[in-house]
Every structure is written in C-alpha cells, then in structure tokens.
C-alpha cells in the first residue's frame, strides 16, 4: 500500500476541490422544526410549507409580492437626529445602529413606499422587526407623518404593515412622543376622507399598538400573530393567573372583536385590493385583468429576515425596545 498515493494525496485534493456551501440555504423552521430550501420558501412568501407557519419577513420582500410586478418607489422620509439624547448602555446607540443597518441592509426599521397593487395607487408602509425589533423612534414617526403627507397630496389609500417590540429605549421620551404624532397623522387621513388599514404581523406590541397600529379603518393580521401591549407572560405575573390557550394572538382577538379579519399571507394582496376598491367606490377587481406580483428574488429582498426570537433572545433584545413582546403562547 503505497500511503502516499493512497492517502495522502487524495487528501490534498479534497481540501483544494472542496466547494464551499453557503450557509443561508436552508432555513429551519422555528415552530416545526423542518429544514426548508431558501428558494423554496422565498416562493411561498416565508411561509412554512409543512406547518404554514408565517415567519418574518422583510419590508422590500413584502412590497416585491404586494406592488404589481414587484415595482414601487420608495418615499423619503426627514432624518431626525441621530443620537439626542447620547444614550450608551452596554454599547453606544451610534454603534448599535450600525450593527443594524450591516444585519438588515436598511437605514432604519421602516420603510416607506408608493405604487401600483392590482391597479390601484397605494402608499405603503411595513416595518422591520429585524431592525432593533422594530422598536418606534423617531424616523418611525417621521416615516408615518411622511407617509400620510403623501397619501393625502396624492388621494390614496395608505396600508401600513406593523411588527415591533414597542417605543425604543435609547430615545425616550423622545420615541413616547411618536404616539400622539402619529395619531395626528392618522387624524390627517380621516379628514381628508382617505382609508387607512392596519396589516398587524407577529409581533406588535407595546407603544406601536396603543398607537398607530389600532387606529386603522380596518384592521387585518397574519396568522397567530401576537398583538397586545404588555406579553403574556409579563401579565400572568403580574396576575398570578393562568390566561385562556392562545390569548392575545389574531384569531383570539378575532373572536373577540379586536380585528376585522384574519388573512393568510398569500391571499392577503387580493383581499388588500377588494377592501381598498370598495372603500374608494371602485368596481370589484377582476382577477383576470390584474398584472401579478413579482417573481420573489431572495438577492435584492435580502431575506428572510430573522425569525422572531424566543423569550431568552428578546431579553437581549430590550436594549432595542422599551417593551419587548413574550412570544409564549
């Protein structure tokens, strides 16, 4: 046996042949468990072929599926001021906010948006839970005033998309104070007859639901979302009682009068455009005549987006949110 042939050499040309296999192609499900191939669930909108789980996905790959053929444009929102209030905790809120935008890709945890969704104009904002959980500062606020501005210079519907973990912390009062202007803003739509709907996804929470994200015309959520203001279990303590099986997710809130509708995420643009035409007095879409989304691209929607983390993750996250949810059922 010759070791050197037999061995040593194959060994040398398995190190330099070997293919490096990226590491975001398969996703694990959080509630299932079942590896799923990134293509395949870019395809079905991050949503769990096995258990139909909706997992979190990020603005830019919700706008690509909601605009027809994936086309909007997006709206400039102000830049408020990057730190006033100088806040550090265990890192400064400069370099937290760094750390965000390298991990997500996006300037800050909302995105804003205009364009076409079967036909018919639309202003569209969605934020990212993956940034800093979604936590309401400042451009939150600036990004919703911006975006109601828009729909009323241009007399279109306004959908907004909420998932956050409440007001952010390194901001203060600063972030409290965006609740009563965004209930200005909403305020602004309702006068000038325009309609206004709430999409809640999992999770909203804390400040952004005593706020804007309750003040829609009609409110529609995904699938076992959990919406409240302070998490179940931050209640049962505080009780010290056990609280009805799936208390504060959609479909609970549906029976009890909270929502309007409970909608899967792939039917949710269709049912998005009978609701908007028939608030604006337009005839019923036929289906035949709308163009279709966008092919999903996992490459420019720069997802999917973190799954929503499990207690022990969204501890950590606290420095990111004042009020971070409690994703226990």
Known sequence: MNWISNYVRPTINSLFSRREVPENLWTKCPECGTMLFHREL??????????????????????????????????KVPEPLPDPLHF???????????????????????????????????????QDFSFMGGSMGMYVGNAIIAAAERAVERRWPLVLFSAAGGARMQEGILSLMQMPRTTV????????????????THPTTGGV??????????????????????????????????????????????????????THRKALRDELVSIIRMLTGQPPAIKADLPPPAAPDPVSAQAPAAPVPTDAAIAGKSAGAAAAPDSKK
């Open 42 to 75: 870019t395809d079905n909108l991050y949503v769990c072929t096995s258990c139909d789980h909706h997992m979190a996905i990020s603005p830019r790959a919700r706008f690509a599926a909601l605009f027809d053929g994936g086309i909007f444009t997006e709206v």
């Open 88 to 126: 550090r905790d265990q890192k400064k809120y400069p370099d937290r906010m760094r750390a965000a935008q390298k991990a997500t890709g996006e300037k800050e945890a909302m995105l804003v948006a205009e364009g076409e969704m079967g036909r018919t104009p639309i202003v569209a904002v969605a």
């Open 185 to 200: 803003a909403v305020e602004m739509l309702r006068e000038a007859g325009l309609p206004y709907i709430v999409v809640l």
């Open 209 to 262: 639901t005593a706020s804007y994200a309750m003040l829609g015309d009609v409110h529609i959520a995904e699938p076992n979302a959990l919406i409240c203001f302070a998490g179940p279990r931050v209640i049962e303590q505080t009780i010290r009682e056990k609280l009805p099986e799936g208390f504060q997710r959609a479909e609970y809130l549906l029976d009890h009068g909270m929502l309007d509708r409970v």
